[in-house]
């Protein structure tokens, strides 16, 4: 359903009504604009950024696991596939995502619940917690130092967070700077009389969609330094703080690629554009883990993740 025009003018102006509005319309259909799926590529694609962060021979078993601004489930129900967690909990703003995240996790048969919570505030009692898991959910809090006093509350002393797919100040520049080139150069292209019958949108669903894409400007409140990330979650009591950074070349890549696809028409790629843009996307983050880490400053790389220790 679109944004209202109400909706939209209160949104503007509170970053947390802004992140209930947009991640409301977008719960049916993000993991199709995401690509998300719940079979092996994204379990190895979930549980490789957790093993990123966090070593195999640094993992426990883990009982109740939560996962943060969970949106559709995508990372906690690919992570409870590979092994990590026996219970989870989907917490989100979005009520809309929340009961898609819960749907989800019934149709792989997952023992999952889900509850609208804010992570500056969480429900759940102290010390109660085995682990905190989140994807691209650290840039959309307002309050980090709360978020992370929360975290550290819940989580059982040694208890572990785990974030993972935050965008970097200087990779968000890159992938945005990209995106918006794409959109321009997609839309009008396409619109050409060779491209528009298969491949073109129509001006009103460019126009819907340009608008409520222009929330994200308020509901992305944050990029990071690495080490700054870091730094807040020791300051808030952690330990055993570690940040790893992923995708240079992949982000430079996937994001115009992401973009192209949304400026056409759905269904107009078809499976061969998925199979070449998956493909590609893979190489290239292959690439950014086995060489380019070891010679490019961290802080260029798109996402930054960060693991710690309650005391």
């Known amino acids: 359903m679109p944004i209202t025009d109400d909706q939209m003018q209160a949104a503007w102006s509170d970053p947390k009504l802004a992140n209930i509005v947009y991640h409301d319309w977008e719960a049916e259909t993000y993991d199709h604009k995401w690509s998300i799926s719940y079979d092996q590529r994204c379990v190895d694609y979930a549980r490789n950024c957790f093993d990123h962060v966090l070593p195999v021979s640094e993992q426990v078993a883990y009982n109740t696991v939560i996962e943060l601004g969970s949106g559709t489930g995508f990372f906690l129900l690919n992570l409870m596939q590979s092994g990590i967690g026996k219970i989870g909990i989907t917490t989100d703003l979005s009520r ?15 023992p999952v619940t889900g509850l609208v919570a804010d992570a500056e505030s969480l429900p759940f009692a102290t010390s109660s917690v085995d682990l905190i898991v989140g994807h691209a959910v650290l840039h959309h ?43 321009w150069a997609s839309t009008r292209i396409t619109a050409l009389p060779p491209f528009s019958d298969k491949w073109s949108r129509s001006p009103q669903e460019l126009a819907q969609s340009s608008r409520e894409q222009a929330l994200e400007s308020v509901v992305d409140i944050h990029t990071f330094d690495p080490d700054a990330l870091g730094r807040i979650a020791v300051r808030c009591g952690a330990t055993d703080v570690t940040t790893v950074t992923e995708e240079l070349s992949a982000s430079w890549f996937g994001w115009p690629i992401r973009t192209f696809e949304a400026a056409v028409k759905p269904g107009a790629l078809g499976w061969g554009w998925a199979n070449f843009a998956y493909g590609t996307w893979k190489r290239l983050e292959k690439l950014d883990k086995n060489v380019l880490s070891r010679v490019v400053p961290d802080e260029y790389f798109y996402n930054v993740c960060i693991t710690g220790l309650a005391p």
Do not use: H, I, Q, Y
Not at 157 to 170: A, I, S
């Open 96 to 110: 809309g995502m929340v009961s898609v995240a819960v749907r989800n996790g019934k149709a792989l048969g997952l």
């Open 141 to 183: 809090v307002p309050d980090l130092d709360r978020l992370f006093a929360e975290v550290l509350r819940v989580l059982k002393p040694g208890g572990r967070f785990v974030f993972c797919g935050e965008p970097t100040e200087k990779g968000d520049f890159v992938a945005r700077s990209l995106s918006r080139l794409t959109w």
